[in-house]
């Protein structure tokens, strides 16, 4: 049976979440660079962004099983939301952690007034797409671009 999952905003950037984010981020791409405390500091502290920690829920300060940042911010045809670097660790997968961390986020994006939330996911990531169109995401029809630089 799946334990409960915690799921609480980060209110500080602490070494404990360093130390998972350096243990999660790799999960999700392996060319990212370690984050600093310092970059931690600036993500957490930033009124544009949140970042939302999934606990193990069994014990009290369990341990950190992923994390998922929203970016909201208001431009000229609203406020708009973007959900940002979500990861699961992989022992932990299927176990509702991703769902809990996407449903938070939501509920933040829609206290703060977004008309929307976007999100991207690799289409080889097809558990986490079939999660995202479960919880009431729709594919888009546009293309997505990228400039380096």
Not at 76 to 97: F, H, K, L, S
């Amino acid at each position: 049976m799946a334990s409960a999952v915690r799921v609480d905003a980060a209110a500080a950037a602490t070494d404990e979440l360093l130390a998972a984010c350096h243990r999660l981020v790799p999960q999700l791409s392996s060319s990212s660079a370690p984050l600093t405390m310092a970059q931690l500091r600036e993500i957490v502290d930033s009124p544009a962004t949140v970042v939302f920690v999934a606990r193990d829920g069994a014990a009290l300060g369990g341990t950190i099983l992923g994390v998922l940042t929203l970016a909201v911010f208001r431009i000229p045809t609203g406020v708009r939301a973007w959900i940002e670097d979500v990861v699961v660790d992989g022992g932990a997968r299927g176990r509702g952690v991703g769902e809990a961390l996407n449903r938070a986020a939501l509920d933040e994006a829609r206290r703060r007034g977004a008309k929307t939330v976007d999100l991207t996911s690799r289409p080889s990531r097809e558990e986490a797409n079939r999660l995202y169109r479960r919880i009431g995401f729709a594919p888009r029809d546009t293309n997505v671009y990228r400039f380096e630089l």
